[in-house]
């Protein structure tokens, strides 16, 4: 795929930029939403979607839903991104009514079982994102989306990682990520992500904690222009803690690292009792919330926004956004997928560039 956003705007007097956006899981219900998604005239509206993933797979989903969309497939060499000047006829796939499609597989994806994690799939969208990670960082894209992957397809794939987070910054070279939620009124970053709650206690250090902190202030400040981002940092135990007759992270761990954020002139507070801060931020006490654990986060957010959260990875070198959702294996097929969150997170790719300006 050859193209750049700078010199397509020759071409276009009111250019839209380019997005990466990835199949995720070919036996998920990534395929559907995506076809759903771009049938959407708000999605051409923001962007020219460079979609990532098979093109059968594609044709036999666009034939499945009845959809309208004609699949098109772009051109592929499998060899370093490059992005020589941008003619009027190389943007005619990215127009209403098509779905084009960069292919990435060397070897066309062979039969699969839908809704069931297989190494073929697996490996199929990791190659998705790494092609999409490439695109951005070459400034071919000016932000990748995510359709959601399995994390039993990767692993059966042989790549051990938890989830799209570990994986982006591994690739992108980045030392210090984060996974924020964002939905309706909340906006949450995550001092541990995808791990079982035991091991939550254990994994969480001051260092952690302060980073966290850190990663949360400065993408307010850069993605949603907060000049004095308002900090809330949820405890871990009940009542946080009780002074330490539920529990001693708070005063061990948690309250150490937010004196620390304090001190670097970080307006954080807290342990606050997670049962209460949540309701709090909601209601416009926060712009922010730092939770401790996926679960801890994720409810809330979930409960007043459900299918209408994106996931924005922060500290990368690109923009990231991705669905709220996993793979929904229990539903491929039915048509019953639900585009929105894809949307959501288009939408928040497009302001990401606009205010970061990205070409």
Known sequence: MKINNRQSAIN???PRPYLAVTMGDPAGIG??????????PLVWRLCRPIVIGSVPVFQRETRRLSSSLKVVPLPWDHGPVAAPSHGAKESQPFRRGHLPVLDPLQTPLGRFRSGRAARATGAASIAFIQTAVRLAQAGCASAVVTAPINKEAIHLAGYAYPGHTELLAELTG???????????????????THLPLQQVPRTLTIQRVVTAIQLAHQAMKDDFQVARPRIGVAALNPHAGERGVLGHEEQ?????????ARRSRIQATGPLPADTLFGTAVRGAYDVVVAMYHDQGLIPLKTVAFGRCVNLTVGL??????VDHGTAYDIVGTGQADPHSLLE???LARQLIDARGVD
């Open 12 to 14: 276009d007097p009111s």
């Open 31 to 40: 395929p559907e939403v995506v076809v759903k998604a771009l049938a959407s």
């Open 174 to 192: 980045s030392k210090r990520v984060g996974m924020m939620l964002v939905g309706g009124p909340l906006k949450i970053l995550f001092v541990t």
């Open 252 to 260: 061990e761990v948690i309250a150490p690292a937010v004196r620390l």
């Open 317 to 322: 070198p690109i923009i990231r956004t991705s």
């Open 345 to 347: 997170a288009i939408k």
